[in-house]
T-cell receptor, first 115, second 113 residues
Framework: AQSVTQLDSQVPVFEEAPVELRCNYS??????LFWYVQYPNQGLQLLLK??????LVKGINGFEAEFNKSQTSFHLRKPSVHISDTAEYFC?????????????FGKGTRLHILP | KAGVTQTPRYLIKTRGQQVTLSCSPI?????VSWYQQTPGQGLQFLFE???????NKGNFPGRFSGRQFSNSRSEMNVSTLELGDSALYLC????????????FGPGTRLLVL
């Protein structure tokens, strides 16, 4: 069975500082990986996704993530955060071979931007 | 192309009542999934419909049910509401060309008193 672990429930970081949000997954088969962002009182918005190919994936709002198969990780990074990045971030995984199966979400990481 | 829409956006009910939530997927999308989001449990998968058939189901009691219509619009029903059903209910759709990606609506916030 698949599972997703977001190691940090909350991450405080100063404005214009870099940030990394960690995500590890567990799966016995190849997976697709996703990061979603949820702003207050809104639904989830897709930030980026890894399907295949280059392990470094660039998304919207200056975010990027790197797929590391040996470490089963898909950490999200941004070199310089802005106050508008304050939100909750969710990592998710689904199986490549069985697209009928559901997507599994992590518990989320709340990013707090400090002035 | 319009995004996923959900109605109503906010709802207040009392215990024992039943509620129906509606979701209209992105045009052309045939898969619709429902999630419950609460501060304690996070995002939990309820069920998924594809071409009017339930394809997947999460671990929720039978009080939670859904259906999908021929135009891919979906409804979710919760009967005999409990206080613990207070949550944000999110709907997501996916298309044929990128069926691995889910696109979410803004959600319906349900408060059970």
């Amino acid at each position: 069975a698949q599972s997703v672990t977001q190691l940090d429930s909350q991450v405080p970081v100063f404005e214009e500082a870099p940030v990394e949000l960690r995500c590890n997954y567990s799966s016995s088969v190849s997976v697709y990986l996703f990061w979603y962002v949820q702003y207050p009182n809104q639904g989830l918005q897709l930030l980026l996704k890894y399907l295949s190919g280059s392990t470094l994936v660039k998304g919207i709002n200056g975010f990027e993530a790197e797929f590391n198969k040996s470490q089963t990780s898909f950490h999200l990074r941004k070199p310089s955060v802005h106050i508008s990045d304050t939100a909750e971030y969710f990592c998710a995984v689904s199986m490549v071979m069985n697209r009928d199966d559901k997507i599994i979400f992590g518990k989320g990481t709340r990013l707090h931007i400090l002035p | 192309k319009a995004g996923v829409t959900q109605t109503p956006r906010y709802l207040i009910k009392t215990r024992g009542q039943q509620v129906t939530l509606s979701c209209s997927p992105i045009s052309g999308h045939r898969s619709v999934s429902w999630y419950q989001q609460t501060p304690g449990q996070g995002l939990q998968f309820l069920f998924e419909y594809f071409s009017e058939t339930q394809r997947n189901k999460g671990n929720f009691p039978g009080r939670f049910s859904g259906r999908q219509f021929s135009n891919s619009r979906s409804e979710m029903n919760v009967s005999t509401l409990e206080l613990g059903d207070s949550a944000l209910y999110l709907c997501a759709s996916s298309g044929v060309l990128d069926q691995e990606t889910q696109y979410f609506g803004p959600g319906t916030r349900l408060l059970v008193l």
